[in-house]
Nanobody, 124 residues
Framework: QVQLVESGGGLVQAGGSLRLSCAAS????????VAWFRQAPGKEREFVAA????????YYADSVKGRFTISRDNPRNTMYPQMNSLKPEDTAVYYC?????????????????WGQGTQVTVSS
């Protein structure tokens, strides 16, 4: 069992940066693939980035490629996206997710563990 708690959201101007954190509890975290998703009002939950448990596979959505960087610190049971050059369309609730599947998924229903979400608002 893995429990996830996000933090670090807030209000930022367009072009600015934010670093979110996702703290995990449970010994299984280091063997989990991890991912970030986001959901804007009135829209479906959208894939942002994913990283395999051994760091060997890394995916980004086209909309964030070159601006966002996902990382993890297994000894500290924490994962991060560093979000740079933020745009108003990045405004959403951001969720971290984890899963012990062999495949690094880009769809939300493949992930078993979820955080509660943290709001990111980018003003123009």
């Amino acid at each position: 069992q893995v429990q996830l708690v996000e933090s670090g959201g807030g209000l930022v101007q367009a072009g600015g940066s934010l670093r979110l954190s996702c703290a995990a509890s449970g010994r299984a975290f280091s063997s989990c693939n991890v991912a970030w998703f986001r959901q804007a009002p009135g829209k479906e939950r959208e894939f942002v980035a994913a990283l395999r448990w051994d760091f060997r596979i890394l995916y980004y959505a086209d909309s964030v490629k070159g601006r966002f960087t996902i990382s993890r610190d297994n000894p500290r049971n924490t994962m991060y996206p560093q979000m740079n050059s933020l745009k108003p369309e990045d405004t959403a609730v951001y969720y971290c997710a984890a899963d012990q599947s062999l495949i690094v998924a880009k769809t939300a229903n493949e992930y078993d563990y979820w955080g509660q979400g943290t709001q990111v608002t980018v003003s123009s």
